[in-house]
């Protein structure tokens, strides 16, 4: 998803009374969901690939957000 869309998305749900949840893979997608104003980060730990969950993922992603 483009930064733009993701920012439009978060302000329409902020419009209406809602928070966004978005959903970060890894550091750079955290700080882009910091970026564009949400408020509810959700760290995936599972490798959409192999399906390996990686527990240090969100440690590794907590100080950025």
Same mark, same amino acid.
């Given at each position: 998803?483009?930064?733009?869309?993701? /920012?439009?998305?978060?302000?329409? *749900?902020?419009?209406?009374?809602?928070? *966004?949840?978005?959903? =970060?893979?890894? %550091?750079?997608? *955290?700080?882009? %969901?910091?970026?564009?104003g949400a408020r509810i980060i959700g760290v995936n730990q599972r490798d959409l690939r192999t399906?390996?969950?990686?527990? /240090? /993922? =969100?440690?590794?992603? =907590?100080?950025?957000?």
């Amino acid at each position: 998803m483009e930064v733009d869309e993701l /920012r439009n998305y978060v302000q329409i *749900a902020n419009y209406v009374g809602l928070d *966004a949840l978005v959903e =970060a893979h890894d %550091a750079d997608e *955290a700080k882009l %969901a910091v970026e564009v104003g949400a408020r509810i980060i959700g760290v995936n730990q599972r490798d959409l690939r192999t399906f390996v969950v990686d527990t /240090r /993922r =969100a440690a590794e992603v =907590a100080d950025l957000l």
